[in-house]
């Protein structure tokens, strides 16, 4: 069994869900300013309350690629409490594994990278292609290599 994890990098963009709470709380208050002082308040301390629970699970989550066998699969990991298989497929499917390039791809895209050199494993199963963008390290990338068919396109490491 080969694991790679990698922690996703903090952005603005995580807390959105977390704003959103509180304007929709905020928007709330303004609403009801005229009907009760004590009902807007409650508004607005339900939604900073919501906000504040949402950030954290948003903020410190990382991805985790997984060989087991000859299974590929990607986890999300939030607050190192809870695990979410986004992806898996059997190695035998890959037909393309190299460097992202930001090449428009063909079939279903998801993108699960967040380091630096991106990599795209393309699988095409029972006809349906996903191409698959993800940050692994090299020892990740050359046992990938190690399981897949001889016939994949393979990029130089």
Same mark, same amino acid.
């Given at each position: 069994?080969?694991?790679?994890?990698?922690?996703?990098?903090?952005?603005?963009?995580? +807390?959105?869900?977390?704003?959103?709470?509180?304007?929709?709380?905020?928007?709330?208050?303004?609403?009801?300013?005229?009907?009760?002082?004590?009902?807007?308040?409650?508004? +607005?301390?339900?939604?900073?309350?919501?906000?504040?629970?949402?950030?954290?699970?948003? %903020?410190?989550?990382?991805?985790?690629? =997984?060989?087991?066998?000859?299974?590929?699969?990607?986890?999300? *990991?939030? =607050?190192?409490?809870?695990?979410?298989?986004?992806?898996?497929?059997?190695?035998?499917?890959?037909?393309?594994?190299?460097?992202?390039?930001?090449?428009?791809?063909?079939? %279903?895209?998801?993108?699960?990278?967040?380091?630096?050199?991106?990599?795209?494993?393309?699988?095409?199963?029972?006809?349906?292609?996903?191409?698959?963008?993800?940050?692994?390290?090299?020892?990740?990338?050359?046992?990938?290599?190690?399981?897949?068919?001889?016939?994949?396109?393979?990029?130089? *490491?």
């Amino acid at each position: 069994m080969k694991t790679c994890i990698v922690k996703r990098k903090f952005t603005p963009k995580a +807390l959105f869900p977390s704003l959103l709470v509180l304007g929709i709380g905020f928007v709330g208050t303004l609403l009801l300013f005229k009907a009760s002082t004590l009902a807007s308040l409650l508004v +607005l301390g339900v939604a900073a309350i919501a906000g504040a629970l949402m950030a954290p699970s948003f %903020i410190f989550t990382e991805y985790e690629y =997984n060989l087991e066998g000859e299974v590929f699969s990607i986890a999300l *990991i939030r =607050n190192k409490a809870s695990r979410k298989e986004l992806f898996s497929c059997d190695v035998a499917h890959l037909v393309v594994c190299e460097k992202f390039t930001g090449q428009p791809l063909g079939g %279903i895209k998801l993108d699960y990278s967040e380091g630096a050199e991106p990599y795209c494993a393309v699988f095409n199963e029972e006809g349906k292609q996903a191409a698959i963008i993800f940050s692994p390290d090299d020892a990740f990338v050359r046992e990938l290599f190690l399981l897949a068919p001889s016939k994949v396109k393979r990029s130089i *490491i």
